[in-house]
């Protein structure tokens, strides 16, 4: 069992950064890959980033590919998603999701546990 707390989210102008975080409790949380995802009013939830649990591979949506970064601290039990060049576009409640495969998956049901989220706005 995993529980996972995001933070970090606020309200930042467009070209601006923020740097969100999702602090994991339980046993095991560098065998777990992990994800951010990110759902939009009327939208469907959409995978941003992920991360093997070694940390060695990660993914990226084209959406923000230069942009983000993900990585993971697995002494903290923590992973971080890095936002520069935020666009108004970017705006949404941000995910973060934990699953035991050993692949990163983009889509959300095949994660097994999730956080709260945390609401990002970026202003124009």
């Known amino acids: 069992q995993v529980q996972l707390v995001e933070s970090g989210g606020g309200l930042v102008q467009a070209g601006g950064s923020l740097r969100l975080s999702c602090a994991a409790s339980?046993?095991?949380?560098?065998?777990?890959?992990m994800a951010w995802f990110r759902q939009a009013p009327g939208k469907e939830r959409e995978f941003v980033l992920g991360?093997?649990?070694?940390?060695?591979?990660?993914y990226y949506a084209d959406s923000v590919k230069g942009r983000f970064t993900i990585s993971r601290d697995n002494a903290k039990n923590t992973v971080y998603l890095q936002m520069n060049s935020l666009k108004p576009e970017d705006t949404a409640v941000y995910y973060c999701?934990?699953?035991?495969?050993?692949?990163?998956?983009?889509?959300?049901?095949?994660?097994?546990?999730w956080g709260q989220g945390t609401q990002v706005t970026v202003s124009s």
């Open positions: 991360i093997s649990a070694s940390g060695d591979r990660t």
């Open positions: 999701a934990a699953d035991r495969a050993v692949m990163v998956h983009v889509t959300p049901k095949l994660y097994d546990y």
């Open positions: 339980g046993r095991s949380f560098s065998s777990y890959t």
